[in-house]
């Protein structure tokens, strides 16, 4: 039996490294094509003989990223911030309040998670243009906060079902602290393990979000990194060092932020999970 196991182990091993080097070829290739001289037509396969920062600077010009940056980055930040506050506090009360009401409260966030969002793409374009919101920073901000805040909830409650002892905020509540202040005093520090799970989450999902922004952001004011970034390849279809350069800078701030949270990021996902 043991001698199975440790075949099994060392065959997962290996699948798990297989699964791992077709997820870093695409990445192995952007870095080849991001650091080559433009005109370099070598093998995308083979790593640039000099290292050329040019690519960068000149897809940084002329796909004009720093306004797709600026406003990329108000709209993610802006959606986190509401996902992280309403999402916390909504699903404060549904795991704390076992009502009826709230249990079918809880059942129709869930419910939700499965319904594509491009299905309200029609009533919603509908309603931004009786608005007047369309090319506005504003719409991306609630649409984003509102496509995410149904996982936000459900990972939220289950990790304070889970990993959150009543007794904490019982012991806070006579000594005089109100509802509210319990919340953000005692309960909401002890959330860091999933709020950096949801951050993650919700930031990468907003950050790359393609299929609204392409509808509600037209305007090139307004354009979000992936509409900036898929009319410049348009653009330059055959210098696809310009392309990977400057689809390599718009990927760093994710993964930098990643990085710096991925200690919290499996612990909260895990505990979020759970009784859900």
Excluded: C
Aim: glycine residues 4%.
């Amino acid at each position: 039996m043991d001698h199975i196991s440790t075949r099994a182990k060392w065959l997962l091993t290996g699948l798990a490294l297989i699964i791992t080097m077709f997820h870093l070829i695409p990445f192995y290739i952007l870095l080849t094509t991001a650091f080559k001289r433009p005109g370099d037509f070598s093998s995308k396969w083979l790593f640039p003989e000099y290292f050329s920062l040019e690519n960068f600077s000149l897809a940084w010009e002329q796909a004009n990223l720093a306004r797709a940056f600026v406003n990329t980055f108000v709209i993610t930040a802006s959606a986190a911030a509401i996902l992280i506050v309403f999402g916390s506090l909504a699903a404060y009360a549904l795991a704390r309040r076992q009502t009826k009401l709230n249990k079918y409260v809880y059942m129709l966030f869930v419910a939700v998670m499965v319904i594509p969002p491009l299905t309200a793409l029609v009533p919603l374009y509908q309603l931004v243009v009786d608005a007047g919101l369309m090319n506005t920073r504003f719409v991306a901000v609630l649409n984003n906060a509102a496509a995410f805040m149904p996982l936000t909830i459900f990972l939220y409650a289950g990790f304070i079902r889970s990993t959150i002892p009543k007794e904490l905020e019982e012991a806070a509540k006579m000594d005089g602290a109100s509802t509210i202040g319990v919340f953000f005093r005692i309960v909401f520090p002890l959330l860091k393990p999933i709020t950096a799970t949801v951050l993650i989450l919700s930031s990468v999902y907003i950050w790359n979000d393609y299929q609204f922004a392409i509808f509600f952001l037209q305007d090139s004011s307004v354009q979000t990194l992936t509409v900036a970034l898929s009319s410049f390849f348009g653009q330059n279809t055959s210098q696809l060092g310009l392309v990977g350069a400057a689809s390599l800078l718009a990927s760093l701030p994710m993964i930098i932020l990643f990085l710096f949270l991925q200690r919290f990021f499996i612990e909260g996902l895990a505990a979020g999970s759970v009784k859900g």
